[in-house]
């Protein structure tokens, strides 16, 4: 079945360093979604990219989609502690159940 | 517009005993999601409505879970008998239609014991 994994697991930085997570899909999407899970809470949608080799900015976040629309990446410029938590990308592909599949997280800590 | 509600927010059971979460989604979203969420890991579908189908279930372990959307609105998802393995969040989602963007809610947090 589709997988999508994501490197690194874990990331942690100084406030005001930068932070980059990598998506990778073993099959070809359709589009990409991007959420983020602060601790104890639910994932919150982000973004969601559908051209391939499309950028889209969100303030200090760039996102990506790859040119083979199997990879994306998600990049934080000037990381701040409000950054902390999980993200969380989800690859998909469209058929008759349309499924998203999520990737397995990177969670990044901040600290002063 | 309201978000997703789901209850309960937390249940600690015992290994064995039956238990049941509720979720009424988003007015208006056709479609339902029930994801489960193992510390440390993604959130994993396990099935996805489309009003009140079935659309997927093919993670769902149906030896023991089970989930109905009868009125094609709010849904139900149960375990029986549970096992220590089932600790996790339950998470459910809900989009206006196949493939969009998904809305959660707040989830219920399941410990076996």
């Known amino acids: 079945g589709q997988q999508v994994m994501q490197i690194p697991q874990y990331q942690h930085v100084q406030e005001g360093e930068d932070f980059t997570t990598y998506c990778n899909s073993s099959?070809?999407?359709?589009?990409i979604q991007w959420y983020k899970q602060r601790p104890g809470g639910h994932p919150v949608f982000l973004i969601q990219l559908v051209k391939s080799g499309e950028v889209k900015k969100q303030k200090r976040l760039t996102f990506q989609f790859g040119e083979a629309k199997k990879n994306s990446s998600l990049h934080i410029t000037a990381t701040q502690t409000t950054d902390v938590g999980t993200y969380f990308c989800a690859g998909l592909v469209r058929g008759t159940a349309s499924k998203l599949t999520f990737g397995t997280g990177t969670r990044l800590q901040v600290t002063l | 517009e309201a978000g997703v509600a789901q209850s309960p927010r937390y249940k600690i059971i015992e290994k064995r005993q039956s238990v049941a979460f509720w979720c009424n989604p988003i007015s208006g979203h056709a479609t339902l999601y029930w994801y489960q969420q193992i510390l440390g890991q993604g959130p994993k579908l396990l099935i996805q409505?489309?009003?009140?189908?079935?659309?997927?279930d093919s993670q769902l372990p149906k030896d023991r879970f089970s989930a109905e959307r009868l009125k094609g609105v709010d849904s139900t998802l149960k375990i029986q008998p549970a096992k220590l393995e089932d600790s996790a969040v339950y998470l459910c989602?809900?989009?206006?239609?196949?493939?969009?963007?998904?809305?959660f809610g707040p989830g219920t947090r399941l410990l076996v014991l």
């Open positions: 409505f489309q009003n009140n189908g079935v659309v997927d």
């Open positions: 099959t070809t999407l359709s589009n």
């Open positions: 989602a809900s989009t206006r239609g196949l493939g969009e963007t998904q809305y």
